[in-house]
């Protein structure tokens, strides 16, 4: 039975996941220890095997249960897995309705605990309807499943459905259903540990509106008992019903969570005979890993296994929907589940569950479909090194190149840290958080005209297919003004409508000068995109030249635009200038296909190259200007209203930050560090409400204070130090938290240093200066130097100092590179310049105090 | 014994597990702490921290400070390290492949996962960006500790410090970077693009002050008490620290020497010059305990005087005192020379100046070829040196090529002191241009 599963396995084409898991179903399954297992998922791969009587079973019990039920309307049978990201707190939100309420209405962000219905819609079994090719998806019991949805589904073999579908949640407080004040309906709250109703009004002190974040009953702050499990739920509610005993069945849900089901993602669905078989891989509960429930795990909580199994399609029960947790609120109904990190059962790891894996599989997901149109290349994952050609080195072990590197105990988590998933942060953290330098996937406030110029030019690239010829696109602009962010959003945007269909497909590769080992490696990553085959830098230079000398009808040219975005182009000039002069040159080839984006910080790049080279690559130039101060406000204004704060940073403060930004660079990376170390600054005031506040609290600030000590002393309290207690206890990081700020990232620290130089090196600094003063040269022997002192020392009646100290002294001094000293073994005849202004030196030394006449002398 | 091998491990360990930290480079390092237990709590906090400080100041026992404890707060699970550590120095990893490699090698080690040594630079480079997706996934962090953080920095490609700061800048990754230098103008000299990817935190490392001497926290007398101190306390003692009462013995001693006028007298005159930065005191106290280790009993005041003595850095002098009697006079004959305005003498010259003194009726008369010995003697010590460097191979013409001489006119007058028996003459003709005939003979 298995040989022919494995068969069957292996001629569906409805197979959407890697090609290992396969193998591997059987033996994991068998082998796999199980800490707190309350199911023997053993034998689930017998009870795949007889799927006849299993099914013949479950169907049975199925119907004569579902006899005695009324029809009801169809909810939630379809349910893509996923839905698109809203932003908003993470309120759990259900639909509040009766039966006959319209189902798309769903109030926003109430929390009505109103049961949705699963209705079952009897009818005998009807025949397996396949309706594409590429997602199959089968009706069984009335729901229709597909590749991809989650799952109910049975593994007891005493299966006994109660059916139970109709579950109104009542608030625990007052018993009821409904409770009206005036014409209104109050809200029923969800508890989020025991999944408890509550009535806003019933609970003590009574809420206004529904809480942002998790919200936990009373019951359970107090310590209540464990999470909504059958157990516990049942019981208490039958007892304090008292007269109104009604037999209260379990939910889908509860039963899940009691052990009674198990949930499960489709991975694969196929028919075999008369039978149909599906592939599902499991969740697992909480309870059931290694560390056991937490107090940090939600009740809804589940986690992804890698272990899958086969079963029949009889064994699904009803589906269910598993969404991440900032979806938790677009899927109304019982049945929904969160899951965020997958669990390997064999070594006890978590891992958190990627978006972003998924764009790396599209990525070779591209080439796959590719060989489905007759291509020559070959596309294979680059990792294995195949058929001919040396075997290549790869580091970190046969492991990580397999990509089975999730079963190591050294990578994945033992345990989530709750520090994880501690939710509720002051607004000032979140502040931080969301000013912090990451490249996440959001749309680039202040470049829409930047924005709209690269998309035209890819999708002319695009659009034009084998008419693409010379495409060369120059941006340039300061470091931090967004390049390389606009160029790889706009090609997210245009992914999405290739995947849509809008555009003919294409092919995007990414090259960064500075990741390459040497200018010429840029052909093989070119090369390796292209084929997926790794060769050195000159075969694959050949290779490439090859491929793009074919002619439009070439046997070896590309079938799909190719866009090729180079970043630090600047890096890749070499003294030939070679390597740039064939990526440029390639576009003009006929049936080339090829787009280059090549992004730099000069705007005058291609001036400074060969003019064959720049004819080609200065044709269409993006400049991206250094930010002003009004777009600077604006970026930080939108981070911090997309994650909800938008009220922590005062106004001026903001304005501040921007201008001084603004004034240097317009840098945007800048200006986010900037207000993230002033949040952090508030942050500190708001935590020790003590005298010892340091002079973040004074407001304007003059320029940066000469021999500034370096521990900062207490500032009496006065007016400033009063507005400032306001502030720092309701949190608000206003201009003096940014002043505080850009004094301590950017203020030049020679003055410091030069203050708390020892008593030989200040008597060197000041000859030096008196030195260069008197001959007029910027530079000075250290013997000259050393005879100022001399004479310095015997007018002062100081000690005279002796020619090997006066040595090392101007060698530490180089070294902190105050000076600029040649090399020590020079000794005296080293040659001393000084680094910073002569000024601040003068203004030093002249404030110093452990040296007493050297403010009288004449510097 | 138990107490000199305490104290030896204590003062030579390098990652500074000992050692008390003085009140500024504790605020130090709790500002370093706060910052890299948010970036492991946080996904998405990452950070990049810069410590500045002349040499030795304390920055490394900062770092290593802090980083054993993040070890010691989150990796409680053997097994899984929540934190790991990579630590590069720029004196040894200048080269990119040859930092990379080690990354990926510390990387390797800290999680567990096969290393392979011959992957190439683009290899190594990938696998950072894979490793630090998959360290996110799994709720751990790194830190990168980089010590002579300008040597990275250098003007060229700054490949190794842009691959980490762009790391950093991917979405949630949870890792920092700690760099510690001593030019105070390091922000400057990174490369615009690396600059701007770093986040312009720092701290400064300052040295000891000299007004804060007597400090009972931070002053030197103080820290050299601390750095020899014994532990004392009796109950929770490690089986091989030594017992109380010669701990306390041993203590107040110290403490009783460290009163000594003259010893503080001389250790102000150390730090006036510069030589008083903790490192020199460490220095100072190793040597002061090697030499209590001579005698049994307590440290007494001779040790800790001899070991400052020793700190002065007189080792020119020294060389230059231990030479021989026709060497002295080869390398007075080069200072006249120099002091009459020639910037480079050759070999011939010194001859010719070395046999002025034939007629002055004293006992060191020389040949020649014994003369040009003393010369390479004198080229091997270092005390003579040639102005270019090609010379030392082209050994035809060593006569006549240029040297300039090393020391200075006040150390070798004080090496002639220094030395037992030394000949007037070799005195009166350092001393003066013009040296009288005469006046030997009676001497």
């Known amino acids: ?859 | 014994m138990q107490a000199q091998r305490l104290l030896r491990q204590r003062l030579l360990d390098p990652q500074g597990a000992g050692m008390a930290l003085r009140p500024e480079l504790k605020a130090a390092r709790a500002k370093l702490f706060k910052q890299l237990s948010t970036t492991v709590e946080r996904p998405g906090a990452n950070t990049s921290y810069l410590i500045i400080g002349a040499r030795g100041t304390g920055k490394s026992l900062v770092a290593e400070r802090t980083v054993a404890e993040l070890d010691a707060k989150y990796n409680t699970n053997p097994d899984s390290p929540v934190v790991g550590v990579v630590r590069l120095n720029g004196l040894v990893h200048s080269a990119d492949r040859v930092a990379l490699r080690e990354i990926a090698r510390q990387l390797c080690a800290a999680f567990r996962v096969s290393f392979s040594r011959a992957a190439s630079l683009g290899n190594n480079l990938d696998f950072l960006r894979d490793m630090l997706k998959e360290l996110r996934k799994g709720h751990k962090s790194v830190v990168f500790v980089l010590d002579e953080f300008d040597l990275f920095a250098k003007p060229v490609k700054q490949t190794v410090l842009y691959n980490l700061l762009d790391a950093l800048q991917a979405s949630n990754i949870q890792a920092a970077v700690v760099g510690l230098s001593a030019r105070f103008d390091v922000m400057e000299i990174m490369e615009k693009r690396v600059k701007s990817r770093f986040s312009h935190r720092r701290d400064i490392v300052l040295e000891l002050d000299a007004a804060g001497f007597d400090h009972p926290g931070s002053g030197v007398p103080s820290l050299l008490a601390a750095m020899l101190a014994l532990p004392e306390e009796e109950q929770g003692a490690s089986p091989d620290a030594p017992c109380t009462t010669f701990a306390k013995a041993w203590n107040s001693s110290v403490r009783a020497a460290l009163q000594d006028a003259t010893l503080l007298a001389e250790l102000r005159l150390l730090c006036d010059k510069g030589l008083g930065t903790p490192a020199d005191l460490a220095q100072i106290a190793l040597a002061a305990v090697m030499r209590a280790g001579r005698e049994p009993g307590p440290l007494q005041l001779p040790c800790l005087t001899a070991a400052v003595a020793a700190a002065q850095h007189r080792s020119q002098v020294d060389a230059t005192a231990s030479l021989g009697i026709l060497e002295l006079f080869v390398l007075v004959a080069a200072l006249r020379l120099h002091r009459r305005g020639y910037e480079r003498v050759n070999f011939e010259l010194l001859w010719a100046e070395y046999a002025k003194t034939a007629g002055m009726h004293h006992a060191d008369v020389y040949s020649k070829p014994a003369a040009a010995r003393a010369f390479q003697r004198l080229l091997d010590a270092s005390l003579l040196f040639f102005t270019d460097a090609r010379s030392e191979r082209r050994s035809g013409l060593w006569e006549f090529s240029g040297v300039v001489a090393r020391v200075e006119e006040p150390e070798v007058a004080q090496a002639l002191q220094q030395r037992g028996q030394c000949p007037p003459l070799l005195k009166n003709w350092l001393a003066k241009d013009i040296v009288h005939v005469g006046s030997y003979a009676n001497e």
């Open chain 1, 1 to 859: 039975m298995d040989n022919q599963q494995a068969n069957a396995e292996e001629a569906s084409t409805s197979d959407s996941t890697p090609s290992k898991k396969r193998r591997e179903k059987v033996a994991l399954s068998a082998r796999r220890p199980r800490a707190k297992a309350t199911l023997n998922f053993g034998s689930d791969a017998e009870k795949g095997s007889e799927p006849a009587s299993q099914g013949a079973q479950a169907g049975a019990s199925v119907n004569d249960v579902a006899a005695e039920m009324n029809a009801r309307t169809d909810e939630a049978a379809e349910q893509p897995l996923q839905q698109t990201a809203t932003k908003g707190t993470r309120v759990r939100q259900r639909a509040q309705g009766k039966r006959t309420s319209p189902k798309p209405q769903l109030q926003p962000r109430t929390r009505a605990a109103t049961q949705q219905l699963e209705s079952q819609q009897l009818r005998p079994r009807p025949a397996p309807a396949i309706t594409a090719p590429a997602t199959p998806a089968k009706p069984v019991d009335g729901h229709t499943y597909r590749v991809g949805d989650c799952a109910f589904v049975i593994t007891d073999e005493n299966w006994e459905d109660d059916g139970i579908d109709e579950e109104e949640q009542v608030c625990e407080v007052c018993l009821k259903t409904d409770k009206k004040r005036g014409r209104r309906l109050i809200d029923l709250l969800e508890c989020d540990r025991c999944l408890c109703g509550y009535h806003l009004d019933c609970l003590d002190p009574p809420l206004a509106s529904v809480p942002d974040g998790d919200w936990r009953c009373p019951r359970c702050k107090a310590g209540g008992a464990a999470v909504a499990t059958a157990e516990a739920g049942v019981p208490q509610r039958v007892g304090r019903r008292g007269a109104q005993q009604r037999p209260r069945g379990q939910t889908d849900r509860q039963k899940f969570l009691a052990g009674k089901l198990e949930l499960g993602r489709i991975e694969a669905l196929w028919r075999q005979g008369k039978e149909t078989f599906f592939r599902c891989r499991w969740y697992c509960r909480p309870e059931d890993t290694m560390e056991g429930r937490q107090d940090h795990h939600t009740a809804r909580e589940v986690f992804l296994q890698e272990v899958t199994d086969v079963n029949d399609v009889q064994t699904l029960l009803r589906p269910a929907t598993v969404c991440a947790p900032s979806q938790l609120q677009d899927h109304p109904g019982d049945s929904v589940f969160v899951c965020d990190h997958m669990y390997h059962a064999g070594c006890a790891v978590f891992k958190a569950l990627d978006d972003s894996d998924d764009g790396d599989v599209a990525d070779i997901s591209d080439d796959d479909s590719e060989a489905d149109e007759g291509d020559t290349f070959k596309p294979v994952r680059a990792s294995r090194g195949h058929g001919g050609g040396r075997r290549r080195c790869l580091q970190g072990g046969e492991e990580w190149a397999s990509g089975r590197r999730k079963e190591t105990l050294g990578l994945g988590a033992a345990g989530i840290p709750a520090s994880i998933r501690a939710r509720d942060r002051t607004p000032l953290e979140t502040a931080r958080a969301a000013l912090a330098l990451r490249s996440g996937p959001g749309v680039m406030p202040c470049r829409e005209t930047e924005r709209a110029d690269i998309a035209r030019f890819v999708e002319e690239a695009v659009a034009a297919g084998e008419d693409c010829l010379g495409q060369c696109l120059y941006v340039a602009g300061v470091p931090g003004t967004g390049k390389t962010a606009t160029v790889q959003e706009v090609m997210r945007q245009l992914r999405a409508r290739m995947d849509e269909g809008d555009l003919p497909a294409f092919r995007f590769v990414e090259i960064n000068a500075l990741r390459l080992p040497s200018p010429q490696h840029a052909y093989v990553q070119l090369y390796r995109a292209l084929t997926g085959k790794h060769a050195s830098p000159a075969t694959a230079a050949e290779q490439l030249e090859a491929m793009y000398s074919g002619g439009a009808h070439g046997s070896s040219a590309p079938k799909r635009v190719t866009v090729v975005l180079v970043d630090e182009m600047d890096l890749l000039i070499t003294k030939k200038q070679q390597v740039l002069y064939n990526l440029c040159e390639w576009p003009t080839r006929a049936g080339a296909r090829l787009a280059v984006i090549g992004i730099a910080n000069t705007l005058d790049l291609p001036e400074r190259l060969m003019p064959r080279v720049a004819s080609r690559l200065g044709g269409r130039r993006v400049v991206f200007q250094p930010y002003k101060r009004d777009q600077l406000k604006k970026i930080i204004e939108q981070r911090l209203s997309d994650a909800g704060v938008a009220s922590v940073f005062h106004e001026n403060a903001i304005k501040y930050a921007a201008g001084k930004v603004a004034a240097v660079s317009g840098d945007a990376r800048r200006v986010l560090e900037l207000c993230r170390k002033a949040a952090e600054i508030a942050e500190e005031e708001q935590q020790q409400p003590s005298a010892d506040v340091p002079c973040a609290a004074s407001t304007a600030a003059g320029p940066a204070d000469g021999a500034a000590a370096p521990s900062t002393p207490p500032k009496s309290p006065g007016a400033a130090a009063a507005a400032g207690d306001e502030h720092r206890r309701t949190g608000v990081v206003v201009m003096g938290h940014v002043d505080a700020a850009i004094r301590e990232m950017f203020r030049a620290v020679h003055m410091q240093l030069l203050s708390n130089a020892c008593r030989l090196e200040k008597i060197l600094l000041a000859a030096l200066v008196m030195e260069t003063r008197a001959t007029g040269r910027s530079d000075a022997v250290l013997r000259g130097v050393f005879t100022r002192m001399d004479q310095l020392c015997a007018a002062r009646q100081e000690a005279l100092p002796y020619c090997g100290d006066v040595i090392s002294a101007a060698v530490r001094l180089g070294a902190k590179r105050l000076v600029l000293a040649g090399p020590g073994a020079h000794r005296l005849s080293m040659r001393l310049a000084l680094n910073v202004s002569t000024d601040d030196v003068v203004t030093a030394l002249k404030a110093d105090t452990s040296i007493e006449w050297m403010s009288q002398t004449n510097l």
